[in-house]
């Protein structure tokens, strides 16, 4: 496969991957491909402010369904996963946030908006790279406000409420049962372990060692967690573990993977951006895999944590498997 070939392959895969998401989560699309993977939203969406630049059918189509689901949301931990972003994407998120702000959930999204209004005037840029505009269309105002230029949005009402019933939307099932904070991430890791430390439990959902050891010790003065007796290293679990996975029509043979998404997508991110150089058409087969092995040295310890098997094998040596993992997902 040529380096070009690659680029097309990795970014095509890249986009078909939000849209198999986004879809399990109630926008509307015509998907094949299912999952049963949870899905952090918040994640996805930092995602989709990169990736969504690319097909604005599906960037619109997520503005629709967070009108629908934006209370869902929570915007606190989307600031808080924004800063272990690796690639640029807080304008996109600011105009997204300012295009919701109109309507429900007005007030969290309007403080995000204003939190990332850009510090200087910025040059004005296509919002979407393939969406050209002719001089007489009308420009959005919000995107205007962060430095881009595209069409005015208009809220098409096809969205859905997510599913109920699916997998994939477990942690927005939790957060309609127990409100959105910091809990339900930490319920839906307890959920899929049978065990996890507090370091666990803050790696798998995003938050600081410490929020997370505070709500674990409120949570187990309810008596539905067991601890541990050691104070060091000291793990926890649900009790009846089985009857809070029936609760949610989770059958005991079900297998819960929550992956580390974000991980997932920055390495994606990064690994085409670093190829992502014209100049790299000019060199050799040899100077390109120098690039590449400079970027695993990065993502690679990432990918080993991710909590995708398949990716956990993913190297230098074999980085051309990723379109073809990500498809499968």
């Given amino acids: 496969m040529s380096l070009a070939e690659f680029r097309q392959s990795l970014k095509e895969s890249m986009i078909s991957l939000a849209w198999v998401q986004w879809t399990a989560l109630g926008v509307a699309g015509q998907i094949e491909r299912k999952t049963n993977r949870i899905i952090d939203p918040e994640a996805l969406i930092l995602f989709t402010a990169f990736i969504g630049r690319e097909d604005q059918r599906l960037f619109d189509l997520v503005l629709d369904w967070l ?162 007796e050691a104070k060091r290293g000291r793990y926890y679990f649900l009790k009846n573990r089985e009857q809070w996975l029936k609760n949610m029509d989770i059958s005991a043979g079900q297998v819960l993977t929550f992956p580390r998404w974000l991980s997932v997508y920055n390495a994606c991110v990064s690994l085409a951006s670093a190829l992502d150089n014209p100049l790299l058409e000019r060199v050799s087969a040899l100077s390109i895999q120098g690039v590449v092995q400079n970027v695993f040295t990065k993502i690679g310890p990432t990918l080993m944590e991710c909590g995708i098997e398949d990716l956990r094998f993913i190297s230098a040596d074999n980085y051309q498997d990723i379109p073809r993992i990500l498809e499968q997902l």
């Fill in 67 to 228: 009108q629908v689901n934006g209370r869902f949301i929570n915007t606190q931990r989307l600031k808080t996963l924004l800063k272990l972003t690796t690639f640029e994407n807080s304008d996109v998120l600011g105009y997204m946030a300012a295009s919701l702000s109109s309507f429900e959930s007005r007030a969290r999204w309007s403080k995000l908006a204003e939190i990332l209004v850009p510090k200087s005037q910025l040059e004005l840029t296509p919002l979407f790279s393939n969406t050209p505009l002719s001089s007489a269309q009308e420009r959005d105002p919000h995107a205007l406000s962060y430095g881009f230029e595209r069409n005015v949005y208009i809220l098409s009402n096809k969205a859905l409420d997510f599913s109920t019933e699916s997998l994939a939307t477990l942690l927005l099932r939790l957060r309609g049962f127990l409100g959105v904070s910091s809990r339900c991430e930490v319920l839906l890791t307890l959920l899929c372990n049978d065990y996890c430390t507090i370091q666990e439990t803050a790696f798998a959902s995003g938050y600081s060692w410490r929020s997370v050891q505070d709500v674990l010790f409120e949570m187990n003065k309810s008596g539905c967690l067991g601890a541990s």
